[in-house]
Antibody, heavy 122, light 110 residues
Framework: QLQLEESGPGLVKSSETLSLTCAVS?????????WVWIRRPPGKGLEWIGS???????NYSPSLKSRVTISGDTSKNQIFLTLRSVTAADTAVYYC???????????????WGRGTLVTVSS | QSALTQPASVSGSPGQSITISCTGT?????????VSWYQQHPDKAPKLLIY???KRPSGVSARFFGSKSGFTASLTISGLQAEDEADYFC??????????FGSGTTVTVV
């Protein structure tokens, strides 16, 4: 059973960089998975941030594309999220999730981590 | 891309049926029949209820039903139960291998 666990600093200062790690267990990130980051700000809805495939292929939300990078380390079986120049609007619970894709169609993420709260302070 | 439009809240009595709408554009909901729906309880990760418009993952109750007409997808919950109180989100491919969620609907069982 695939398990995902997010970790990182719970507090980041405004204008700095947010860095999160998703530790994957139960299978290799090299296998046929796409890895997705999603967030939910307090009192707001879910927001799709972007996706990563282990060969280095990425897709990002147009609204975050200029500030976000998603990457992975196959030796550590981990996925990473980096978000630069954060503001209070980036305060959210951040989730790592997995999905599989076939012929250009990706199934909706079904395996999720429990999420980690990141607060951006001024 | 903008979030898909959902009503902020929907309420119903136990045993009733309710429907949550999710309105998009020709670039997302209107482009295919691949809308999904998630349920999220407080402090929990979202749970997939419906995918590819009207398919349910193993273990999801048949009380949840998905449909679509034009640019609007819908989730119907029949036989409403107290445990259905949660936030619900639609999810759709938005083009260019990006995806978008709906704005979210809080369901209250009164």
């Amino acid at each position: 059973q695939l398990q995902l666990e997010e970790s990182g600093p719970g507090l980041v200062k405004s204008s700095e960089t947010l860095s999160l790690t998703c530790a994957v267990s139960g299978d290799s990130i090299r296998n046929n998975y796409f890895w997705v980051w999603i967030r939910r700000p307090p009192g707001k809805g879910l927001e799709w941030i972007g996706s990563f495939y282990f060969i280095g292929s990425t897709n990002y939300s147009p609204s975050l594309k200029s500030r976000v990078t998603i990457s992975g380390d196959t030796s550590k079986n981990q996925i990473f999220l980096t978000l630069r120049s954060v503001t209070a609007a980036d305060t959210a619970v951040y989730y790592c999730a997995s999905t599989t894709c076939n012929g250009g169609y990706c199934f909706p993420p079904q395996q999720w981590g429990r999420g980690t709260l990141v607060t951006v302070s001024s | 891309q903008s979030a898909l439009t959902q009503p902020a809240s929907v309420s119903g009595s136990p045993g009733q049926s309710i429907t949550i709408s999710c309105t998009g554009t020709i670039s997302d909901v209107g482009a295919h029949n691949l809308v999904s729906w998630y349920q999220q309880h407080p402090d929990k990760a979202p749970k997939l209820l419906i995918y590819e418009g009207n398919k349910r993952p193993s273990g999801v109750s048949a009380r949840f039903f998905g449909s679509k007409s034009g640019f609007t997808a819908s989730l119907t919950i029949s036989g409403l139960q107290a445990e259905d109180e949660a936030d619900y989100f639609c999810y759709s491919r938005a083009g260019g291998n990006t995806y978008v969620f709906g704005s979210g609907t809080t369901v209250t069982v009164v």
